[in-house]
């Protein structure tokens, strides 16, 4: 079984809240980023393409749009629901892998964040992924993409080890960077109520001019790229890419 199927399921709820009680702050700030590119009036179908515990999707619901979560982990899936359900708002919750989406020119937007894209083997896999985002949006709908800019973390990246205590759970992770793969590569040993699991993961980082070219090859036109959620232009000082695209209207014409 691939990393990025069991690690997150193992990890579970609980490690995503207590790791993350600032990032679920943070995620309802940036729902208001989201809002405001998307430009969605209440009623409109967004995609939550890999969304957790539904950090996202759950703000974006309470401002009147009709969400779909879509994730591999049920665990993670069940999360968000049972999130959903406490903030008063109703979520559509599909469980599958990102490369075989179930639908056709369904939404107005899909939305991918928190460095959700690039665990797959190659770029064609991540074309692969971007298709089927392709597919599954309307003619002129949108599509937001947020990953770690690789400018900033080959600039600042260190290799080594790192340990923290995340609530109940020890992570131990030693860093490594493959600049011909463009990969981060990354051991981490989670000790957890006495179990001790191991994980090797790793993920693409992509520049703006990588990703910008897989995003054309799926047929995507960018529309804005941004390099944090207060708006600040991509750079190399700028820790995040974040890229507003579009699926051309019928014909080609936007
Ligand atoms: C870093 S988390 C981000 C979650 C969420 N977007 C957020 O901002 O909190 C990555 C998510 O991608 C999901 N995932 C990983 N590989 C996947 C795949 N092949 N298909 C569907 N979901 C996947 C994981 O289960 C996990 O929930």
Redesign the pocket.
């Known amino acids: 079984m691939p990393w990025?199927?069991e690690m997150?399921d193992f990890l579970g709820e609980e490690y995503f809240t207590l790791l993350n009680r600032e990032?679920i702050r943070k995620?309802r700030r940036e729902a208001g980023f989201i809002l405001e590119t998307l430009g969605l009036g209440p009623g409109r179908r967004v995609l939550d393409l890999?969304?957790?515990?539904g950090?996202?999707a759950i703000p974006l619901a309470k401002s009147g749009l009709a969400v779909t979560c879509?994730?591999?982990?049920r665990t993670?899936l069940e999360a968000a629901q049972r999130e959903g359900i406490k903030a008063g708002v109703e979520l559509q919750l599909v469980a599958?892998?990102?490369?075989e989406l179930p639908w056709e020119e369904e939404f107005d937007a899909v939305i991918n964040?928190?460095?959700?894209f690039g665990?797959l083997a190659d770029d064609g896999e991540h074309c692969r992924v971007l298709e089927n985002v392709y597919r599954v949006l309307k003619p002129g709908g949108k599509f937001l993409i947020d990953v770690p800019n690789r400018d900033w973390v080959a600039r600042n990246f260190e290799a080594g080890r790192e340990i923290r205590e995340v609530g109940p759970v020890t992570e131990i992770n030693e860093f490594g960077f493959d600049s011909l793969a463009g990969r981060d590569h990354i051991r981490t040993t989670y000790l957890k109520d006495g179990l001790e699991r191991y994980f090797e993961h790793s993920c693409r980082l992509f520049t703006y001019q990588e990703l910008a070219g897989l995003l054309a090859q799926a047929g995507l036109q960018v529309v804005k790229a941004y390099g944090s959620f207060d708006g600040r232009p991509v750079a190399l000082d700028n820790k995040q890419l974040i890229i507003l695209c579009r699926k051309p209207k019928v014909g080609g014409v936007s």
């Open positions: 990025y199927y997150f990032k995620a890999c969304c957790g515990i950090r996202h879509f994730d591999h982990s993670l599958g892998d990102m490369r964040m928190w460095t959700s665990y």
